[in-house]
Structures are given as structure tokens and as C-alpha cells.
């Protein structure tokens, strides 16, 4: 029986919900000192002065450093952008490390923190890209010239076509900014002895770490190791860097102790990278059918305080996507990147492509809005059709590689009444105590499984492709190493299923070990929804050549053609004959002595590494159908119902696969209705806690009804495309449809996200279109 | 999250409570459940030197049959109040919002007595004291003193308790009406209210309403609209008469007044 489909349940859960999960606060050395930061309260402020010697009296205290008394490169970054470390003369948002105690205990770090004093000059603040870009705005690096710190133009070859269309419609749309707030904070425990360095990280990508800080610290890539043990989520965070994640090694090398950093939440909510945070000018041309002419978009990237190499690589992404699943014959894309005074901007599920997917199908509502088509036949209308694949977008980067977009859309009918929920919504209208219905699509499209070569090495890696090694235990039994170190996919799950089938080997003697560098293969990481897709890949391939092997140590014991041989259950046997069979287990004893193997045969060969390349990326899609409901009086707004036809290709475990979509619709929801990280006009956040930034729960969410179709991609043998940030991607726009649609009579055409009560309740007033 | 050093000094009686506040002064702070204490010495907003532990002390956490009135300890777990049958019978508006205060994790630990000492203009609870007419006991070095729902919310999280007393017990007038309704306008479950309002119907009515003053406040106008028996519609009207909400990143104070005539204006309906 094949696993690859098949509803297993997860290895990694008997660990987790009995408490014998590992995180890295959990890891306890001897002799650990704890390090707490004392951050910028000022958004923007030149340094005056930096007084610590009443914290140096705290009892505990073994020492406070700041950018005066510890030498310290950069942070990995933008060149001509770099990030200090600790802030040096200048803070550019609340929150920026300034100074670091490290104490005995966090008890006393903490303690000692409050007790260095930092005398600030304020200056002038930006908190939006508006402000940023205006005339005369307070610059934050003055060295450039400008908070513009990107700018790629556009050709503006359409202002023709536009021009002359029928019709068109231009928006001005904000995708707000989110926090991406994991369960675990960042946690990093730094050892650095004699022999060389450990790093215990919250992170998602081991190597990439190891790689980067040993070469920050200057020393060899053997002497450094990474581990990342179980990871409580990142949702893309935890790949870029922060300073706590080389100031702990720093410090451990120079007291000689093991240095811990826990995050606080309130930390978390400044410090670590948030998401979104785009504007976006569209303009959209199409004909009296609504067939789209030609789309134009222009990107306001919000960057944060420091520019990070994925953030600045954000715009490329959205724009790259602009298109999402229609035809459209001309498009333009124009960006540009910009500082203003707030936490940095970097990946956050998504990251880049559910503002494109946000603005396309907020576009083509605009366009059944215009021309008063349905908004499902403005999507047929437009849909670019199965036969057209591979598909050649705007974009150099994005060829789409399968599809059917239709074929979602069909599902999605399938799975909602749609004409019931219209007639309802006609009803509602006129009943004073019914709420107000909206019916909302999103027929998304994302690009993932990245990647083919090249896609990462912009954003800082060492490739795009992936490691698996695939080791036969003497006994029968497999470990497959992954350098896809998960945080919180069930990739442990997954890669054993699909190991199982291409190994003949059974689920139950199948380990998948992962997040050490001293352990796993010089791997990449779990990021842009690529384990599977890559890392997943690669463990077939590695274990196809296995069995390959494996055969001939089987056919020398069965004295027959390594060719005749099949491998199921744990079992060789000759094909025909099935009473001539030998187990994995003998095979793989065999296989370690050397007397008793082929004489062409290396003992230990069942063990192999590859690093799994792919050609292309893939398109994982899908069609989302929303309702929503309003409250007439309070503008209390609620999604009723969430119909989810997602197309990843093939899919490996159904269950996980559906949390990876109800976790991504949840996230989206969340955006839409609820999370919005936000400032006031000096730069301080005012959704630092999460009373006041919305995460919503199992009680403000609705059941989700699902569907699927299936289009394997061909860019992998499996046929897998990933779908760890769909329904972040496809959510939104969904919600969003909705809303507006429910307020389609009083003449609305756009409701920027959060679509909060308030904001709601303005409109239901008449106060705001 | 690392709150700043303090003493611990748990305390086995009420008496006991109120001696260790004679001996430490303003520099201690009492703590029950601690679900409004911790977080703020948590972000250190709230930095006592000395805590007070009156967890222990059973004799606190009682609901009495008295006669004309309900005697609940000030010790009692907000999951105790929400499951009382006697509660249910004589006080259903204290049970049933009881029921709504965050989550079951934080009523299992939560009790209604720091609720109410903590004042806060947000919580559920002050504004069910204010509708029933309860009256507080207060115990301190010079014994006990009663003070009524409408003298007890003094100030933004300031009560009548003085800083060597003990809140000891709530006496909550049985419920003869029959009509009363509990209205909470949020956004999430566990989330506190934008609005809320507590209203008990019979012959002195008693409205109480959740973040509508920089203290739990009570409806007047619309009570005395109420009273004199006015349509729904125009006593929802004076929800936030001589009110003055506040205006904040979940809600500014226009929405905030049409919010409370709303809800008043369900509670009238659905009671």
C-alpha cells in the first residue's frame, strides 16, 4: 500500500503533547549566563549618551556592552545598508538593540537592563511611506539622500493601451502590515569552548545560520555548529537575521561561558521581522466583456528601519505574481523600497505573494463592480486555460508550470450553494434583524518550491536545491537526513511516508532527523513552501538509488538478477516467484560485511547523500469562496462559512496538508478582519501586546469546507507543489471580496484590511465609500 | 516578561492579610489569582516590592444563602460564581457574566474579588455589581466597614479599598425582577469589552456599563427612563448620557456611545 496520499498520523505528536518536545529554552548547560537587551524607546534619536554603571552595581550583573565597548561587524545585510549590531550614534525604530547585560540569571539581566540609562535626541519620525517619500521628510539614512533606498521604474509602455480601453479602474490599496508572532519567540543558547562553537537556535534554516555567523565570527564552518532542535513555529521569520543571534556567540567567547537569549513577547512584537506592509497603486484596463486589456502596478514597499535582503526583495515577488491566474496580455510593474522609522520588514508566510494575489483579485472585482458581470464569470472570462501550460508570464521569473484554474472554480460551485447564499443575501438586505451578507472569491495563485537554481542565492543562501541523505541502519531500519529543518510542518511525517514507499522499508522503522549542522548534510532550510517539493524530492531520488543498490545485495543473495527483484513490505522477492524473497533486514546486515557482498560492491553503500535541484518552481492554486456576515449596527463583521478548493499537486499526507491550509486561511482571515500592527505619529507601536494585536482563535473562525483538485507539477517526480503559505495567500482577497460585496448596495467598491467593526460601521453610516 | 524583584508573604487568615499590610504600607500589594496583577508586574507597569498571598485563605471563597441577599467571598473563583446554583436562582445576571470573563483558564484562577479591586472601567464584573446594587465589605485594622456599589469605583483602577484594607465579602441583593440581560461587544472570546452592559430589570432598575468612563460606570439616565417606564428605544438612547467613553486603538468614543445605546437596546429587548 502506498503512503504517499495515505492519512498516517503524525510521528512528531506523541513527543509534543506529552511535554518531551525540545525547544531551546528547554536546553540547560552548566554555567549559563543569561543576556537581556536594552532597546531603542525612541523611533528615530541620535545617541547622546549611554549610562551604565548603575546596572554594573546590580547584583548579578557580570557585564554591560554596548557598540562603544564591543567590537562588532554589521549585521548581514543590504550592502551600502547595513544594520549595526548594536545601534551605533543612531536609533531608527523602537525596539533596535542598544546595549546587552548579561547576569548570572535572567532574573538579574532583566533587573540590570532596566538600569542603563540612554540619553536621546529625537528626531524626526517616519511611520508610513507616505510620510517617507513626502518632501522634506526626516531621513533616516542621510548618507542616501532619500528613504527611497530602491527604486526599479517602470517602462510605463501601457499608458496607451490603458489610455484607449473601454474601461478601466484605478485603486490605491494598502496591504497591512502583521506580526508574525510564533508560539516560540526567538530563543538562542550560544557555547563557544575551546573546541569551537554551538549555537542552540529558534530558526529555520541550520546552515544558513552556521554558514553566516561562522564566517561573522571568523571562524571555520567545522569548529561551528548549529543546532535547531523542535522550533515553534516562524512562519518565515526565523530565516533572517537578528543581532541577539551573533551578540551570544560574541559574548560566550569572550566571558567563556554558555550565553542564553529568551525573547520576550513584547520583544517579540518589535523585534522580530514583521510581514506585508505594502502599498500599492493598480490600475486595471479591460474591454466591454471584461476580458483584462492590460494591468499596471506599482509597489510602496514599507522596509522597516533596516533594510533586510528579503525585504528589499519583496516587491519582486508581488509583482512577479501581479498576474495571478488570467491572461493578461500587457503588464507593467514598478516598485519602490523605502525606510521609515518601524520594526524591518522580511518574510512573513507569503511573504510578497499574497499582495499580489490581494490586489489581482481585488482588481477583478473592480471589474464585475464596473461592467456588473458575476465576479465568477469575470474570473472564467479571464482564466488562462489548461492547455496553455507551461505558461510564460510578464515576469522572467515566473513560468507557470500546470494548472486549472477552472477546474478549481467547478470544485469550489460544487462545494457552496452559491445561488442559495445570493437569494439569502437578497433577503437579509431587507430584514432589519438579519445581518448583512457579502459572498467573496479568490481564484489564487502563488509561486513555491523554490527553487530552481538561483532563486535563493539573492536572499543570502548557498543554493536553491536541498540535501537528504538516506542511511540503512544494519538492521533494516532507515534514517533519512533533511536539511529542510522543519518548524512545525510534520516534515518528520511526510519524508517517512515518502521514504517508505520508494524504500519498501515500513513507516514505524523510518526516522527523519533534522536541525544539526554536525549531523545533516550542508542543507538550505524550510522557507517558500519548498520542503516537500525540493526536500521531499530529493528523499525519493535518494532512496530510488538505495534500492538500486540494495537489489544487487539482494540478487547476489538470491542468487538471481538485481533486474527481477521488487521491493514491497520490507521484503525482496523475485518478480514471478514470490517464494524467493529476502528480507530488508538480511539485506541490509549483508550489506555491512564484507565477505558476503558482491565483490564489486563497497560495504556500507546503502547510504547516500543528494542534493535535490529542481527545474522550476511550481504554482501551487486554488479557488476560496467566503461569506461573511455583518452586523447592520455594530458593523461587527464575521466570516459565516469558508469553502477551500486548494491544487498543490500531488499530496503526500491529506491530513497535514489540510492543516497547513486551515493554519494559512486562519493567517489570512487574520489579516483581513483583525491583525494590524500599528503607530503612533511618534513611531511608537501601539499593538505591542496581544491585547491589542488580534490574533483570533477557534471561536472566530468558521468550520472550513473543503475541496481539491489535483495537477502535478512536472518539475518534480512527485508531482508535489507545495502548501505551506496558500491559504495565507488566497485568504485575504477572499475575505475581502466579501466584505465589500455585502456592501455592494450602498455603492462600496474597496474596504482597506483590518476591515474592523469601526470601519464597518463608518461606512454602514455613509461616512466613507 | 521578567517582573522586578519582590518579597512573597503568603497569609493564612484575613487577619493575617491585613497585619502584613499594616507592616509593609504602600510598598505591598495584595494578590488573589493574580490574572491583573502578574501582566502588569510582568511589562513592570506595576512594580510592589512585597506581595501579599491571600490565595490560601479558604475562609474567603464562600456563596451564602442570607436571607435577603447573597454573600460571596471575596475569594471565590470566577468557574465557582458562573456554576453556583444558588447564584443561578437568586443573582442569574452575576452566574451568567461570570461566564464571560476571558477564558475557562483564567476563571479557574481569577476571583471576583480582585475583579472588583482592581477597577477596571473594562471588566465585566464592576458592571454587574453596579446593576444588582451590591454592597462591599471591606475589612482593615479597624475592623469592617460597608460601602456601597456607587461609592466603591473611585478613580481609573482605584476602588474604596485603602491600601491597609481587605476587600472581604460582596452582598448582592437577590434578584426579584425578572427580567435582566448581559450585552458584550468584543472581538475575540477572551478579549475584554469595547462595550459591554449589564442590565437588571424590576422596580429599581440598575444598569451598569463596561468601558464607558475611566471608571465602571453606571447608566443613570437610561435607569431613571427605565424606571419611569419609558419605550426600549428611548431609554437605549441614554446608554451614554453623561458618559464619557474613552476613545482607543479598538474603538473611538462616537462608536463607542452608538455601541452602548445598541447594547442597551438588546439587553432591553432580549431581557
Redesign the interface.
Known sequence: MSLVGARVVRKEDPNLISGRGQFVDDVKIAGTAHMVFVRSIEAHAQIKAIDVSAALECEGVIGVWTAENLELAPLPGVPGLERPTLAKEKVRFVGEAIAVVVAEN??AA??GA?LVFVEYEPLGVVTSVNEAMADNAPLLYEAIGSNVVMEVPSPDEHQEIIDAAPHSVSMHIVNNRCAPAPMEPLVCLADYGPSGLTLWASFQAPHHLRNTVSSWLGIAQDQCRVITPDVGGGFGAKVNFTPELFIAPTLSKLLGRPIKYTQ???ECMTEMYHGRAQEQDVDIAFDDEGKILALRVMVYQDQGGYADPTGMGLPALTTTMAAGCYMIPNVSVAWKNIVTNTTPVAAYRGAGRPEASYLIERAIDQIAYSLEIDPVEVRRRNYIPTENFPYATHSEIAVYDSGNFAGCMDELLNIMDYDAIRDEQEKNREDPGKPLLGVGFASWLEIAGFGPPGSLEGFGHLGSWESVQVRIQPDGSAIIYTGASPHGQGTVTTFAQIASDYLGIEFDKISVRHGDTATIPQGIGTLGSRAVAVGGEGVKTASVKIVERAKQVAAHLLEANPEDLTVEDGNFSVKGTPAQTVSWAEVAWTSFRPLEIPEEMEPGSLDTTVLQQVPNFSFPSGAYGCVVEIDK??G?TRVRDMYLVDDCGTVISPMLAEGQVHGGVAQGIAQAL?EEV?YDENGQP??G?F??Y?I??A??LPTFTSGRISTPTPNNTLGAKGIGESGSVGAPPAVINAVVDALRHLDVTHVDMPA???KI??ILQGGAK | ??P??FDYKPASSAEEAIALLAEYGDEAKIIAGGHSLLPLMK??LANPEVLIDIGGINDLSFIEDKGDHIAVGALTRHRLVEQSDLLKEHIPLLAHTAGHVGDPQVRNRGTIGGSLCHGDPASDLPAVVLATRASLLITGPNGERKVEADDFFTDFWETAVAEDELLTEIQFPKFTGQEWSFQK?N??????AIVGCALQHSDNPGIGMINMGTTPVRASAAEAALKSGEANSDVADLADDGLSPPSD????ED?RR??SR?LLGRALDNS
Do not use: N
Open positions: 535572567s532574573y532583566a533587573d532596566e520576550t513577547r513584547s449596527e455594530t461587527d483583525y500599528k501601539t499593538t501586546t491585547v491589542d488580534l483570533p482563535a471561536p472566530e474592523t467593526p469601526q460601521w463608518r | 516578561m521578567i522586578a524583584k511589562l513592570r461587544f472581538r475575540r472570546a477572551q478579549d475584554w486603538i479598538h474603538g473611538q462608536y452608538h455601541l445598541v
